[in-house]
């Protein structure tokens, strides 16, 4: 007798552009976070502005994935696929500039710059994730 295995639907849906896509949407909102902080904080003397790193950490991870992939036919084979889910988000404070005589180097231009570049960012993953769930959804009902 075999044996049976349960899956959730949403493991089967998972899949390396997705989760990447998720990645992507969690330093989005961790990024507004940051940015609110220092927003708030802009006139706080000695208050220093953190930033997110996403951009870098994916940069970096995925420029070690071979263009190639390999094709594996065996279990014991070595795969030459990284996994990008391990980036890790990091929240750093920019101690290298002060803008003002009170040591605070928050600039609410820029900041209200990077808040509406990071909004833009997280709609296009959104609608991508979105657009990629309606599809499975359709694919699940066969069309309907």
Do not use: C, W
């Amino acid at each position: 007798m075999g044996v049976i295995t349960t899956v959730a639907i949403s493991d089967l849906l998972m899949t390396p552009t997705t989760r990447l896509l998720e990645e992507g949407l969690g330093a989005s909102f961790l990024r507004q976070k940051v940015i609110s902080n220092n927003l708030a904080n802009a006139e706080t003397p000695g208050f220093k502005r953190s930033m997110v790193s996403f951009e870098n950490e994916l940069k970096e991870a995925s420029s070690k994935i071979p263009r190639l992939p390999l094709t594996l036919t065996h279990p014991k084979h070595i795969s030459n696929r990284r996994d990008l889910s391990s980036i890790k988000l990091r929240v750093f404070v920019d101690q290298n500039t002060g803008m003002r005589n009170d040591n605070n180097n928050v600039d609410v231009e820029s900041e209200m710059a990077a808040m509406t570049s990071n909004e833009l960012l997280n709609q296009a993953i959104f609608e991508q994730l979105s657009s990629y769930y309606s599809r499975m959804r359709t694919i699940i009902n066969e069309g309907r």
